[in-house]
C-alpha cells in the first residue's frame, strides 16, 4: 500500500471512528469502530446494558463496543475500561479476525454468531436478535410477538404480487435464481442490484417490513453461508408475511427458532429446477400458498431461546463489569 493509499485509510477511519463516538454520544457504552450509515439497531447492546442497569453506580466506568470497521491495533489503545467485540459480519472467511476475536487479551467479552462453548470471553448471540428484536424485550413480550408471527393473520394471497427482493451488491448464484424466479413472474428488486422497482423508497419511506406486505414471496439470500450467521432477513420475511425463499446457514437456520418446513431453500449457485417448481405450484394455487404461508413460522420453545440469549448475554456482562 502506498504512502498516500495508507494516510487516506488512516483519515477515512478516524472520520468513521468520530462518527461513531458521534452517533452514541447519549450513551456512557460507546460504539468506537462501526459501519456507516448507522441505524438506530446498531444502539442494541448501549442500549441492552444501560437499560437494564448494568452501569448503576458506575458512572466512570468506560465501556467500548468494536467491531471489524478498522485496524485491529486500534482497539487495543481506546481508552475503555471494558472492551466489547461485537461480529456483526460472518467471520467464516475472515481468519484473522476470527482469531482475535477469540484470542485478543485487550478484549473482556466477543459476541459472534459461531456456536462455542469453551470460551469463557464468548458468547453466541445470533444476529437477527439485535437488529430485528428490543433490546429491552421480556419474556412476555418475545413470547406475544412469537405468538403473533404464528399466526394465520397477515398470510394472504389474492391482494399481494408475487416476489419481493432487496439487494446492494450482486454475484452469479443471485442473478441464477433471480433469472429462474422471473420465469414465474416478475421479482420486484427495490436495491442497487438488478433495481426494477421503486416503491420501497417512493411509496413506503424505505420501512422494509410494510413493503414487504405487498408479497407472496421474498427472495432471501444471506451474503454468505456459513452455519449460524443468520441476519435480520428471514425474520423480516416473516414480520412482512410472506414466504421466505432463503439461503444461508447451510440452509439450516437456527433450527430451534424458525420452522424449516415453512422456509422455501435454495441451493446458491446450484440447479434450482425444484425449487423454482415448488414456488410456481405455490403461486399458483390459492389454497396450496395458504396452507404453506399458514403454518406455524415458529418450533415450540422458540421464545424460551431466544430469552435464553437474553438471559446469558446479561449475567455475562454483569459478572466482567462486576470485576472491572
Known sequence: MRVVDTLQYYKEWYRQHRRGLLFSKDYQTKLYNWFPPFFEQDLWLPKFIEGRGLLKNRSKLKVGVFTICGPQWAIKYQPCDFRIFFARENLAFRKEWHDFMLNEPSIDLSIGFDD???????????????????????FESIKGKIEKWNLPVGKSYNNRKFCSFLCSHGDKGREMIFNDLSTIDKVDSCGRWMHNDDSLKKEYGDDK???????????????????????????????????????????????????????????????????????????????????????KRFVEGAEDVIWGYYETLEKKLREIIANV
Request: hydrophobic fraction near 35%; charged fraction near 25%; include cysteine.
Open 116 to 138: 462455542i462453548n469453551d470460551n469463557p470471553k464468548y458468547i453466541h448471540i445470533p444476529f437477527w436478535i439485535t437488529w430485528a428484536l428490543d433490546s429491552m424485550e421480556t
Open 209 to 295: 417490513v410494510r413493503w414487504l406486505k405487498n408479497y407472496r414471496f421474498n427472495l432471501t439470500p444471506e451474503n454468505s453461508n456459513a452455519k449460524g450467521y443468520v441476519t435480520e432477513k428471514l425474520l423480516e420475511a416473516i414480520q412482512g408475511g410472506c414466504i421466505p425463499i432463503y439461503w444461508g446457514s447451510d440452509n439450516n437456520p437456527d433450527c430451534d427458532v424458525f420452522n424449516k418446513e415453512a422456509v422455501v431453500f435454495f441451493e446458491m449457485d446450484k440447479d434450482n429446477t425444484s425449487t423454482v417448481k415448488l414456488v410456481s405450484e405455490l403461486n399458483s394455487d390459492e389454497k396450496k400458498y395458504m396452507d404453506f404461508a399458514c403454518q
